[in-house]
């Protein structure tokens, strides 16, 4: 009787899953319209009052996207003052809803990548998988890893898309 060989095993393709880099934290939003004179106008004695008096201590820790949900224009110098005040109490704070925020987490997550531990190597981009990486995330593995890998694939190692091969 033959042995059964795995010929995937034996291949050295390393597989990278990007779901391992994934922002698993909560996200919140600031929203500046609730401070907002008719939730139109912008005062900025009020609104530097209600900054100064809101309790900060409900971002501790937390990630954290600063919007206005209003259709209303809002000097950049308000976005500005939110930040100083979530700053030292956020984990992470950025301009832009949830999704957004969460996909500036992920390209740094990735962006922290040592590449070099694939240098010269068959990677296959992991396809499938729970939580939905994104296009984005794709791009960006791809824009990070195809100046050092001998070859990267998408999908499984049983079942791969060559996407690009050193020549």
């Given at each position: 009787?033959?042995?059964i060989?795995?010929?995937?095993a034996q291949s050295g393709i390393i597989t990278l899953d990007l779901e391992d880099y994934y922002p698993a934290e909560e996200i919140v939003e600031f929203d500046l319209k609730q401070y907002l004179f008719m939730e139109m106008i912008l005062k900025e004695k009020d609104f530097r009052a209600a900054l100064q008096g809101l309790d900060w201590e409900q971002y501790r820790n937390k990630n954290v996207g600063i919007i206005c949900s209003a259709d209303a224009v809002i000097p950049f110098w308000a976005?500005?003052?939110v930040m100083t005040?979530?700053?030292?109490?956020?984990n992470f704070a950025a301009f832009g809803d949830k999704k957004h925020v969460h996909q500036v987490q992920f390209m740094k997550r990735l962006?922290?990548?040592d590449v070099n531990e694939y240098s010269?190597?068959?990677v296959v981009i992991k396809g499938c998988g729970d939580k939905g990486a994104?296009?984005?995330a794709y791009v960006e593995i791809t824009?990070?890893?195809r100046p050092v890998v001998k070859s990267l694939m998408y999908g499984e190692p049983c079942s791969t898309v060559p996407i690009y091969k050193k020549k």
């Open positions: 009787m033959e042995e060989v795995n010929k995937v976005y500005m003052l005040y979530l700053e030292p109490v956020a962006a922290n990548i010269d190597k068959r994104g296009e984005a824009r990070l890893l």
